[in-house]
């Protein structure tokens, strides 16, 4: 079986398409509000900056026209009312610059196109945070102040409602990219399960022609495909049904004037056995043109030892049963019992009877494993694939040993239909050890 690997994405076709629509969504509004945001920033300096300088304007001018006095009241009311404070300015002033923000460079540039190309900017003074503006008041160094404003002018938060906007419009705009990846999904969905049943030897029902027009050809083309399939099935079993009935009968009738007519018992048993050979080649074909996949098909709990148990003593003294373990499994007895008959066969045509064939169950790293035993010739190790193949056979089928080679191709369709596998060792002191290996779990 292939080994699966892992990945970040969903399996499912309708997830994989909303995660790259919802992701492409995702980016555009991202990509949007960087666009947005450095768009804004311009425009937004500039009218900070205006504000700014009219505060610092209209400040200076109300101290300079107000008498001495009265300043500190001014600056007291202006502090209550506007939020603003003034700070004159000493050379050992502690001060921080402005963040190296898009925003604060525009800001700067501003302010001292409008206030002056001395004009100072700071977000911290003396350890106390704000954005603070230099600005003169009176001519000389006694004349430098600070004017103080609240650091939020210089922040922009988005209010929440806005956020709980965007985040509504955006969960509507995924919610509808689902819906429609949904409906275009849906029919292939539909064309999977139909596939599946086809593939279990089920004729599913005829799937509606609905969708993009890519979807309506690809089911019409599915419809057409079940059909015909339906069509050669039916003509498979008739044909069936013929070879069964029209190559048997004359069989049969062959075997009994055979045994009327021959009259020498050499020449009566050569013919029987013929006969008897053709008969199995028959039945290999009808066993091989047979439908092998068990999909669909419920397993029964099935006592392993004592089917090999049953199967053994069909043939007496020719095929030993060993001793072994004891497994009771899910399995479909009756094509697995016609593989393990098949391997015997095998065996006891090709080894001869010099010794029985034996059969044993045992446990081997987690799997039940059914091995037919013998001390024929054996396969070589180059031969062993090549054998599993229809209508392939080996040396020792030269000697003498009928067959159409069908057996082996047959067990391993029935392993696989088991999710096991056929395996063809060589066996300890001669002979081959065909195995059918089960997954328990």
């Not at 080679?405 to 395996?423: P, Y």
Request: glycine share 8%; charged share 25%.
């Amino acid at each position: 079986m292939p080994r699966k690997r892992f990945s970040l994405l969903p399996s499912s076709l309708l997830w994989r398409a909303f995660l790259l629509i919802a992701t492409l969504m995702l980016v555009a509004v991202a990509a949007w509000l960087a666009m947005f945001r450095e768009a804004e920033v311009e425009p937004r300096a500039r009218m900070l900056a205006q504000t700014i300088a009219s505060v610092s304007n209209l400040t200076r001018s109300a101290l300079l026209a107000s008498r001495p006095e009265n300043r500190i009241d001014l600056l007291a009311e202006l502090s209550d009312t506007e939020g603003v404070h003034v700070y004159p300015a000493y050379p050992e002033d502690r001060v921080a610059p402005l963040p190296p923000t898009a925003l604060s460079r525009h800001l700067e540039n501003e302010l001292r196109e409008r206030l002056g190309p001395d004009t100072r900017l700071a977000f911290m003074l003396n350890d106390e945070p704000g954005l603070f503006v230099s600005f003169k008041i009176f001519s000389g160094h006694e004349g430098d102040f600070w004017l103080a404003l609240p650091r939020e002018r210089l922040e922009r938060r988005l209010p929440l409602y806005w956020l709980g906007w965007g985040a509504a419009v955006l969960l509507l705009a995924l919610a509808g990219a689902w819906l429609i990846v949904f409906r275009i999904t849906r029919p292939l969905k539909a064309l999977e399960s139909a596939a599946r049943q086809l593939g279990a030897g089920e004729t599913p029902p005829t799937l509606p022609a609905r969708g993009p027009e890519e979807l309506v050809a690809v089911t019409h083309a599915f419809n057409q495909m079940s059909t015909n399939l339906k069509q050669l099935e039916a003509d498979r079993q008739l044909l069936l049904a013929g070879i069964s009935h029209d190559l048997r009968t004359p069989l049969t009738r062959l075997r009994m004037e055979t045994e009327l007519s021959v009259s020498e018992a050499e020449a009566r048993a050569g013919m029987e056995a013929d006969i008897a050979e053709m008969d199995r080649t028959i039945g290999q074909f009808l066993d091989f043109a047979r439908p092998q996949s068990l999909e669909g098909k419920t397993p029964e709990p099935t006592d392993l030892a004592v089917m090999l148990d049953e199967i053994a003593g069909r043939y007496g003294d020719k095929v030993c049963r060993l001793a072994g373990a004891d497994f009771r499994l899910p399995v479909h007895p009756e094509p697995l019992r016609r593989a393990v008959v098949n391997l015997i066969e095998n065996a006891l045509r090709h080894a001869g009877h010099a010794s029985p064939v034996e059969v044993e169950l045992i446990r081997e790293d987690g799997n039940a494993v059914i091995a037919v035993l013998d001390r024929g010739p054996g396969i070589a190790p180059h031969e062993v694939e090549r054998l599993k193949q229809p209508f392939m056979r080996g040396e020792a089928a030269r000697t003498g040993a009928g067959g159409a080679g069908l057996g082996l191709s047959i067990v391993e369709r029935i392993a696989s239909a088991h999710r096991g596998r056929l395996e063809l060792l060589p066996r300890t002191g001669g002979g081959l050890a065909a195995r059918i290996v089960l997954p328990v779990s």
